[in-house]
C-alpha cells in the first residue's frame, strides 16, 4: 500500500494560489515530509520538507496538519514554469539513511 | 554547479542482453541511492550505498540487478538477461552526510525490446 496519496491532477490559473493536499496517515513520529517536483523528461526537484512544523521557503510554504496525519503544499503565486508532477514523499530515517517513499504525485497544470 | 549526472540518458536493448548505467554524485556527497520509476508512478528505491558500502537493497532489486560503487565515487547500475518489464526510468540521487535532501541526476531512460 501506498505511503502518501495525492489527488491524480489539479488546475490553476496563474498568478493565484495552489494548495496540493497530501495524506499520510500512517506516518511515524520521525518521518519527514518532502516534496519534490518534476517536469518531463528530468529527475526530481527539491521543493520542500519539514517535520512537526510549518516551514516557508522561497519556492512554497509547507502546511502540516497538528496529527501529522495530513500536509499542503502551498505555492503562493502559480506561474506557467511551475506545471509539473507534485510528488509527496514520506521520508524514513533508518539505519542511518533516509528512505524515501514516493507517492503517485499530482499533475499540476497552470493556465495563463 | 556540477549536479549528479548519468549516463546514458537512454539505452534500448534487445531482451536478453546485459546493460550498465552509470552515475556520477556530486563531489561532497558520500550517499548514494538508486530509484527505479515506471510510467505514471513515483520513483521506487532500489539500493544505497554510504561511500563505498552498499547497506540497503530493496526487494524490488532481483539477482539479475548489481549495484557497485567503487572507491565511494560514482556508481553503476547493471541489469543482466534484461526482460521487458525492466524498461523504466532509473534514477540516481545523492546526498550530503546529513542526508534530508537527496538531489537527483535526469535519470536513464531504459527500453527493453
Known sequence: DAKTTQPNSMESNEEEPVHLPCNHSTISGTDYIHWYRQLPSQGPEYVIHGLTSNVNNRMASLAIAEDRKSSTLILHRATLRDAAVYYCILDETAYNFNKFYFGSGTKLNVKP | ?113
Open chain 2, 1 to 113: 554547479d556540477t549536479g549528479v549526472s548519468q549516463n546514458p540518458r537512454h539505452k534500448i536493448t534487445k531482451r536478453g542482453q546485459n546493460v550498465t548505467f552509470r552515475c556520477d554524485p556530486i563531489s561532497e556527497h558520500n550517499r548514494l541511492y538508486w530509484y527505479r520509476q515506471t510510467l505514471g508512478q513515483g520513483p521506487e528505491f532500489l539500493t544505497y550505498f554510504q561511500n563505498e558500502a552498499q547497506l540497503e537493497k530493496s526487494r524490488l532489486l532481483s539477482d539479475r540487478f548489481s549495484a557497485e560503487r567503487p572507491k565511494g565515487s560514482f556508481s553503476t547500475l547493471e541489469i543482466q538477461r534484461t526482460e521487458q518489464g525492466d524498461s523504466a526510468m532509473y534514477l540516481c540521487a545523492s546526498s550530503f552526510p546529513s542526508g534530508e535532501t537527496q538531489y537527483f541526476g535526469p535519470g536513464t531512460r531504459l527500453l527493453v525490446l
